[in-house]
C-alpha cells in the first residue's frame, strides 16, 4: 500500500471487533514505531502490552472514567465547535470500555528529558514531541493492515507507573487500546482544512 493511502487511511477508532491480531503485525509496527525521529537520536521508548484482564481493570480504576453522556457532560462541551463536540461527547463515555475490550492494549513509555512538571521551554519537551513520532509510525504501519487504534493519555500517570512497576524516571505518553474495526464503529468525520489557510510564506 502506498503512503499516501495510509495516511489516509489512519483514523481514531475506539469501537472494536474481537478478531485476533497477528502478533507479528503488531511487532512489525513497534519496529516502525522505533525507526521514528527522536531529539537525542537515542529513541528512549518502550512498550509494554497488556494481555491480563486484571492489569486492564487496575488502569481504570486509577481515574474516574464517565460511562454515559450525562447533561454535565454535553454543558461542559456546549462551547466546543460542532465536530470537537462530537468527538469528545462520542469518546469520553467510551475510554473505560476501550481499555477493557480492546483486542490490544499498548502501553508507550518514554524517558524525560526535563521532568514535564519542570518544564520550562519547548525544547525541554523534545522527548514527548520524539515519542509521538513513533506514536504516529506505530498507527500508520498498523493502519497499513486494516487495524486502528485510540492514543488515551492517562492522568494520573504515577497510579499507572505503580501498577506496571515502570521506573520513576520514565514517563508514560499514551496507552494505545487497538485492533480491527467493529462493523458499526463510529468514525467522525475529519476536520477539513483548506492547506492555503494554514500556509504563509515567509511572514504571517
Ligand atoms: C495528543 C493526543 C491526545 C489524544 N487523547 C485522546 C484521549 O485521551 N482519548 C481519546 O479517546 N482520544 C484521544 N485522542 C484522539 C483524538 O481524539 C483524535 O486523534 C482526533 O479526534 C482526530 O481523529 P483522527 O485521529 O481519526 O483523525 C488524542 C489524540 C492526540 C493526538
Request: with cysteine.
Amino acid at each position: 500500500m502506498e503512503l499516501k493511502d495510509v495516511i489516509i487511511k489512519r483514523r481514531t477508532i475506539r469501537d472494536f471487533s474481537d478478531k485476533p491480531i497477528n502478533q507479528e503485525i503488531i511487532k512489525k509496527a513497534l519496529r516502525d514505531g522505533l525507526k521514528a525521529p527522536s531529539y537525542n537520536h537515542l529513541k528512549q521508548w518502550d512498550f509494554i502490552l497488556v494481555k491480563d484482564h486484571n492489569i486492564r481493570m487496575d488502569l481504570t480504576q486509577t481515574e474516574k472514567m464517565t460511562e454515559e453522556i450525562t447533561d454535565g457532560l454535553r454543558l461542559a462541551f456546549a462551547n466546543h465547535e460542532a465536530l470537537a463536540q462530537e468527538m469528545y461527547l462520542d469518546a469520553i463515555p467510551k475510554q473505560k470500555r476501550m481499555i477493557l475490550t480492546a483486542p490490544e492494549l499498548l502501553v508507550i513509555i518514554y524517558k524525560p528529558k526535563t521532568q514535564i512538571i519542570e518544564s520550562k521551554r519547548v525544547y525541554d519537551l523534545n522527548c514527548l514531541a520524539s515519542v509521538w513520532c513513533c506514536i504516529e509510525n506505530i498507527l500508520l504501519s498498523l493502519a497499513e493492515e486494516d487495524i486502528f487504534g485510540v492514543t488515551f493519555i492517562p492522568q494520573n500517570t504515577s497510579a499507572i507507573k505503580e501498577v506496571f512497576n515502570i521506573p520513576q524516571e520514565l514517563e508514560i505518553a499514551a496507552i494505545i487500546p487497538f485492533g480491527y474495526k467493529a462493523p458499526d464503529a463510529k468514525i467522525i468525520p475529519q476536520q477539513e482544512i483548506a492547506l492555503e489557510s494554514r500556509l504563509h510564506i515567509n511572514n504571517w
